[in-house]
């Protein structure tokens, strides 16, 4: 069984990048052809996808973040980082590393993602 978890700092400065991790344990994430997410939930809102990336590399991004989103992979410790610059209030929520069988670019429920990080609450706040 594949387990996902979230790790980075709690609060973040407005201006300032947002950076998460998502360690995988259970399944690779090179081995697989499954896509690893990252989604984010902002307080009294729904679950917003931003972006995705691919066992070899390729990424995929919310087009209304893609300017200041980058998702990357660090194969060797099979994991997975978000980057959010320039990051506002209106960034803060709690953020979720979920993995799925194809490209999801909305979210109508959790069960189109087979596995899911427990989620880190982000605060930008200076």
């Known amino acids: 069984q594949v387990q996902l978890q979230e790790s980075g700092p709690g609060l973040v400065k407005p201006s300032q990048i947002l950076s998460l991790t998502c360690t995988v344990s259970?399944?690779?994430?090179?081995?697989?052809?499954?896509?690893w997410n990252w989604i984010r939930q902002p307080p009294g809102k729904g679950l917003e996808w931003m972006g995705a990336i691919t066992r070899s590399g390729s990424a995929y991004y919310r087009p209304s973040l893609k300017s200041r989103t980058s998702i990357s992979r660090d194969t060797s410790k099979n994991q997975f980082t978000l980057q959010l610059t320039s990051v506002t209030p209106e960034d803060t929520a709690v953020y979720y590393c979920a993995r799925s069988q194809s490209l999801i670019v909305k979210v109508t429920t959790r069960t189109d993602f087979d596995s899911w990080g427990q989620g880190t609450q982000v605060t930008v706040s200076s």
């Open positions: 259970g399944g690779s994430i090179t081995t697989s052809s499954y896509y």
